[in-house]
């Protein structure tokens, strides 16, 4: 299921060879989400089950996600995306 799409802008992405690469670099501990590398898509691995999750978290993802360029690693961005896990009806 995706939650979240984004996407980075290179300003020299027309030459040929120059893609954007995209990971999570923080805010996973539990391995609940991907990224696709080439689309920056981020979509959850399993259902998130709210009851499961670590205390601290408080129903709450706070991703902190990269985008590099794949040409030079040292022309990157950071951006921090939330996910709220809500409490669905009881079955």
């Not at 923080?26 to 499961?52: M, W």
């Not at 129903?59 to 669905?88: C, E, K």
């Amino acid at each position: 299921m995706c939650v979240f799409v984004w996407q980075a802008v290179d300003d020299d992405q027309l030459r040929e060879h120059s893609t954007t690469v995209y990971q999570i670099v923080h805010g996973d501990p539990l391995g609940n989400f991907t990224v696709d590398r080439s689309t920056g898509v981020i979509s959850v691995r399993s259902a998130l089950d709210y009851e499961l999750m670590p205390a601290d978290c408080n129903g709450t993802f706070t991703l902190t996600l990269m985008a590099v360029d794949s040409q030079r690693s040292s022309l990157y961005d950071l951006t921090n995306v939330t996910i709220h896990v809500l409490v669905g009806p009881a079955t």
